[in-house]
């Protein structure tokens, strides 16, 4: 069955640098990626979603890309801000009917002025 | 966008009885909604998956018999958890999306975080 590794639990960054964070699965290359903001005892936020076909896709300061070769997803934040200090979670279809969809432990990240 | 409301968002209970949990989409009708768990520091969880008017399908290793769900209506989903006990609390979150068949773009509720006593 798919599984999703986001490697690192926590990152911490300055204000105004660029974060960058993970996502690899392990199985077959899903027709679609999505990340998601949580913030503490929140639901998450949609924010983006990537298809297998596009290779980046941007929104406002975030960046997503999409390597099915190495079976990865980058998720940039750039000019970061103290407000985005968040959880942030990759998202994929468990299966490839897409009937359900499976989450990240998410990476949380702390952007310090 | 759109709005999906879960009430209520913070419960404390003991052990034995049951609590209901809400999940409305506000402005959209959610043929599906999708019922989550959560515990600290740990991905979310699918549970089950919702259909209005037909039974909910349960992920392996939810007790169908415990987590009531019902879906009545196109905008209200319902998840009972009957019999609660400590190893039952934790942060449940539901789901839905507009957008008929597809896991694309979900709108989460708030979430409830559950307590057993």
């Known amino acids: 069955s798919q599984k999703i590794e986001q490697n690192s639990e926590a990152l911490n960054i300055q204000e105004g640098k660029t974060a960058t964070l993970t996502c690899n699965y392990t199985n077959y290359s899903p027709a679609y990626l999505q990340w998601y903001r949580q913030d503490p005892g929140r639901g998450p936020v949609f924010l983006l979603l990537?298809?297998?076909?596009?290779k980046e896709k941007r929104k406002e300061r975030l960046k997503v890309t999409f390597d099915t070769t190495l079976k990865q997803s980058l998720f940039h934040i750039t000019a970061s801000q103290p407000a985005d200090s968040a959880t942030y979670l990759c998202a994929l279809p468990a299966n490839q009917a897409g009937t359900a969809l499976i989450f990240g432990k998410g990476t949380t990240l702390s952007v310090s002025s | 966008g759109a709005v999906v409301s879960q009430h209520p968002s913070r419960v404390i209970c003991k052990s034995g009885t049951s609590v209901k949990i809400e999940c409305r989409s506000l402005d959209f009708q959610a043929t599906t909604m999708f019922w989550y768990r959560q515990f600290p520091k740990q991905s979310l969880m699918l549970m089950a998956t919702s259909n209005e008017g037909s039974k909910a399908t349960y992920e392996q290793g939810v007790e169908k018999d415990k987590f009531l769900i019902n879906h009545a209506s196109l905008t209200l989903s319902t998840l009972t958890v009957t019999s609660a006990h400590p190893e039952d609390s934790s942060f449940y979150i539901c789901s839905a999306t507009p957008q008929v068949g597809t896991n694309e773009k979900l709108f989460f509720g708030s979430g409830t975080q559950l307590s057993v006593l």
């Open positions: 990537i298809r297998e076909n596009e």
